[in-house]
């Protein structure tokens, strides 16, 4: 599986489990896993973070 599909993937799924949540929870997480210094781990889940706010935002203004 591709990178971008892969992050896509975690991002879906994570909004599944967290919905309206995901933000504040994802930022916990990253957080929580810079304060263990896993920064690869936190990165990739910021990357994540980002998939998330894309899918947030198509939902608020859907295409025409």
Known sequence: MGRELALWV???EFDRENGEDGP???RRKIADLKSKGAF?????????GR???QLYM???????
Request: hydrophobic share 45%.
């Open 24 to 26: 504040e929870v994802i």
């Open 10 to 12: 975690d991002a879906l």
């Open 40 to 48: 690869e781990q936190a990165k990739w889940w910021n990357e994540v």
């Open 51 to 53: 998939r998330l706010a």
């Open 58 to 64: 198509s939902r608020a203004d859907p295409p025409r």
